[in-house]
């Protein structure tokens, strides 16, 4: 045993010393130049990444992040904008009217390909991502020479790519300035990956030009005009890009809950009709993949929609219909997949649902008249369960419409008046006020009626209502605004007023 014992510690022994003479003779030492070398290799692999046959796993200047994999992402979004940009064969065999011209300041460049190619394929010429090629667009009214004077510049917020602000130009005209924040996320997550500025800026400038682009192809009165465009060098970087457009008031939906009804039908009703037009635009059928309320603002009551970087018209393939689940925060919808391969209608359910559980749900039915409430709720359920497309959706809003506006809405109602009023011509009750909600003044009781009978109504539902005063002013509906009033006591004269005062024994 004890034999046993020594021979397994001198075998033991033996091969340590074996494997160490092995690694002194077989291994190499520790080169400090060698080193140095290779990872001057490694770094040259990262700066060439604009050559096609770079390897897909040579790493950047900083995380570890491919520098070729940042030049197909540049070359991905530049092909994107192309194709958003070139005209359909559809809208010009229809002859469709599309002036296209060169910018007359700073040509609308930035990064090109040689050639267009699939993003799974390599391109056969090198390509630099630094190259450039003009981008033509319609004539726009605004550059370089209207915002280098601006004032009153305030900033407005940011998300993830851009920065938004507020000017003034030539002192009347307000307008919105878009452009990359470097201190958003977009930016600073790509130098973390690749530490490099430049190309990460033309990375993040793509989502404004592809903004751009869409803005000028989608025409309509519910999606925010593009005024101009301005290159001009900023953080040591040349030809930065600032957008401007019409300005706008945020959407805030507190506030839009504060509101009459009629406004926040109006809110709807427009995101409708923009919806529609998405469904059915020169493009194709248009999606908002980042569709919250944030990405929409108020010019003159209507809706408009402001970001459209994150816009898609690319349909869902599929194979069957489990490919076409669409997943959301309380429901999930499974779609048909056609014989085509697309998965029918996804973008138009996308932005419908979108629009159920954002808007409808909260701005339709609340406080709307008594009769038109079964309506709104049968199309809040039904968009809600996507039972509907958008077609079906817009027809029964202009149903409702329809109703409201030509008062059918209060043919059904039995209502008679309890109390006379008395008719007083030319005149107004300058106090007396009381305030009700909601209301379209904020210190006193001003809504919409559809004719007199309507506002007497109103005024008996109120318990401190003893008059009424019929203004000029109309909504965007065509309805009368008329003031209650808690009292006659300071009637005075008013051509473009009437009042009628309730008559108590």
């Not at 008031?249 to 926040?264: A, F, G």
């Not at 749900?361 to 996507?386: D, F, K, Q, W």
């Not at 965007?476 to 003031?483: E, H, I, K, N, P």
């Amino acid at each position: 045993m004890k034999r046993r014992k020594l021979a397994l510690a001198a075998g033991f022994c033996f091969s340590f010393l074996l494997g160490t003479l092995l690694n002194v003779l077989f291994i190499p030492a520790f080169d400090p130049q060698q080193q140095q070398q290779q990872q001057q290799q490694r770094h040259n692999a990262g700066v060439t990444h604009s050559l096609p046959g770079s390897p897909a796993g040579a790493p950047g200047e900083a995380g570890g992040g491919s520098r070729w994999d940042l030049a197909r992402q540049i070359r991905e979004r530049y092909e994107e904008v192309l194709r958003y940009q070139q005209r359909p064969a559809r809208a010009a065999a229809a002859g469709s009217r599309l002036l296209v011209m060169r910018p007359s300041e700073r040509r609308l460049m930035d990064l090109a390909p040689g050639r267009l190619s699939s993003s799974s394929e390599r391109p056969e010429a090198p390509w630099d991502p630094r190259s450039r090629l003009e981008l033509s667009l319609s004539p726009l009214r605004l550059g370089c020479g209207d915002i280098s004077n601006v004032t009153d510049v305030h900033y407005l917020g940011s998300g993830y790519t851009k920065a938004v602000y507020k000017a003034e130009l030539n002192g009347s005209l307000a307008v919105a300035l878009k452009s990359v924040d470097f201190g958003g996320h977009d930016i600073d997550n790509c130098v973390k990956l690749y530490g490099t500025l430049e190309d990460c800026y033309r990375l993040a400038s793509y989502k404004i030009i592809k903004e751009m682009v869409l803005l000028q192809r989608l025409r309509h009165s519910n999606i925010l005009q593009l005024y101009g465009y301005c290159y001009q060098d900023s953080n040591d970087i040349s030809d930065t890009l600032t957008a401007i457009t019409e300005l706008g008031s945020p959407l805030e939906m507190i506030q839009l809950l504060q509101t009459s009804w009629e406004d926040r039908f109006r809110i709807c009703f427009s995101l409708v009709r923009l919806l529609h037009y998405l469904a059915h635009s020169p493009l194709g059928s248009v999606t908002l993949l980042d569709f919250r309320p944030r990405q929409f603002v108020i010019v003159d009551g209507e809706l408009r929609v402001t970001d459209l970087d994150d816009a898609s018209i690319e349909e869902t393939s599929c194979t069957s219909n489990r490919d076409c689940f669409m997943e959301f925060p309380a429901r999930n919808f499974t779609l048909p997949c056609s014989v085509e391969g697309k998965c029918q209608h996804m973008n138009e359910k996308r932005n419908l649902y979108n629009a159920y559980r954002f808007f409808f749900t909260y701005l339709l039915p609340h406080s709307a008249p008594s009769s038109l409430r079964p309506l709104l709720n049968t199309i809040v359920n039904a968009t809600g369960e996507l039972q509907w497309g958008i077609d079906e959706t817009a027809a029964h809003l202009e149903r409702v419409l329809h109703l409201y506006k030509s008062g059918m809405y209060l043919q059904n109602t039995t209502w008679t008046p309890r109390s006379d009023y008395r008719k007083v011509p030319e005149a107004a009750i300058v106090n007396e006020n009381y305030r009700c909600w909601p209301s379209y003044h904020h210190k006193g009781c001003l809504l919409s009626t559809f004719d007199v009978s309507e506002a007497m109504e109103i005024c008996e539902s109120h318990s401190q209502c003893k008059a009424f005063v019929l203004t000029n002013r109309t909504t965007w509906t065509g309805r009368q605004l008329v003031f209650f009033k808690m009292g006659s006591t300071s009637i005075v004269s008013d051509c473009e007023k009437t009042t009628y005062v309730k008559v108590t024994d």
